[in-house]
């Protein structure tokens, strides 16, 4: 495993590293690493998540054909009462989160569970924001030679058809961080799921 901290920044992620990751290309783990250091440096909430990381598979399964990466996120179930209060008790300041917060009805605008991913259930309080009793999620990354990797997010420019590896684990990694929405359409336990950024989707 890879722990990687970031100077400034509360948020703590350790990578879990396949074995199949042994057959990886030059760049994949740096890539990996270096993704995750940028995330951590726009994020000051603390919490230590736990990821494990794959090479063309995600927790021992083939990954979809002909897809660049894919993430699976825990979710955690809650009331939308919690919910709301854990966001009011961990908010910042900014105008935005202000604005958003003032804008949340009492009782749920919509009939449904409501989740939060692992991650988000650490930020919030739900739970524990170290415990290594939960995993956070799977990442896996295609085997595809159409990669460009290296600090693309600061320098270099991504070879003309190839894809951009730095980009694409910073999104595979966020969808497991939360950035995901479920807008009822998805049923889990046979009941119509939301999750927290459904309340920002109108």
Same mark, same amino acid.
């Given at each position: 495993?890879? +722990? @990687?901290?970031? $100077?400034? =920044?509360? *948020?703590?992620?350790? #990578?879990?590293?396949?074995? &199949?990751?042994?057959?990886?290309?030059?760049?994949?783990?740096?890539?990996?690493?270096?993704?995750?250091?940028?995330?951590?440096?726009?994020?000051?909430?603390?919490?230590?998540?736990?990821?494990?990381?794959?090479?063309?598979?995600?927790?021992?399964?083939?990954?979809?054909?002909?897809?660049?990466?894919?993430?699976?996120?825990? +979710? @955690?179930?809650? $009331?939308? =009462?919690? *919910?709301?209060?854990? #966001?009011?008790?961990?908010? &910042?300041?900014?105008?935005?989160?202000?604005?958003?917060?003032?804008?949340?009805?009492?009782?749920?605008?919509?009939?449904?569970?409501?989740?939060?991913?692992?991650?988000?259930?650490?930020?919030?309080?739900?739970?524990?924001?170290?415990?290594?009793?939960?995993?956070?999620?799977?990442?896996?990354?295609?085997?595809?030679?159409?990669?460009?990797?290296?600090?693309?997010?600061?320098?270099?420019?991504?070879?003309?058809?190839?894809?951009?590896?730095?980009?694409?684990?910073?999104?595979?990694?966020?969808?497991?961080?939360?950035?995901?929405?479920?807008?009822?359409?998805?049923?889990?336990?046979?009941?119509?799921?939301?999750?927290?950024?459904?309340?920002?989707?109108?």
């Amino acid at each position: 495993p890879t +722990l @990687v901290t970031t $100077s400034g =920044s509360g *948020l703590k992620v350790n #990578l879990v590293w396949d074995s &199949s990751v042994a057959s990886a290309p030059s760049g994949f783990q740096t890539d990996v690493v270096n993704a995750v250091s940028y995330i951590e440096s726009k994020i000051s909430t603390t919490a230590t998540l736990t990821i494990n990381v794959g090479y063309g598979e995600i927790g021992g399964s083939a990954l979809s054909g002909g897809a660049l990466g894919e993430s699976e996120s825990y +979710l @955690v179930k809650v $009331s939308y =009462s919690s *919910l709301v209060a854990a #966001l009011k008790a961990t908010a &910042s300041k900014d105008a935005t989160d202000t604005s958003m917060l003032a804008s949340l009805p009492t009782t749920a605008p919509a009939s449904g569970n409501w989740w939060v991913t692992v991650s988000q259930a650490r930020a919030l309080g739900l739970i524990s924001a170290t415990s290594t009793s939960y995993l956070d999620g799977y990442v896996g990354f295609g085997t595809s030679s159409n990669f460009t990797y290296g600090l693309t997010n600061s320098s270099g420019t991504v070879a003309s058809g190839t894809y951009d590896f730095f980009a694409t684990v910073a999104h595979e990694i966020t969808e497991i961080m939360g950035r995901q929405l479920l807008v009822g359409t998805t049923a889990i336990d046979g009941t119509k799921a939301y999750d927290l950024f459904d309340l920002a989707h109108y």
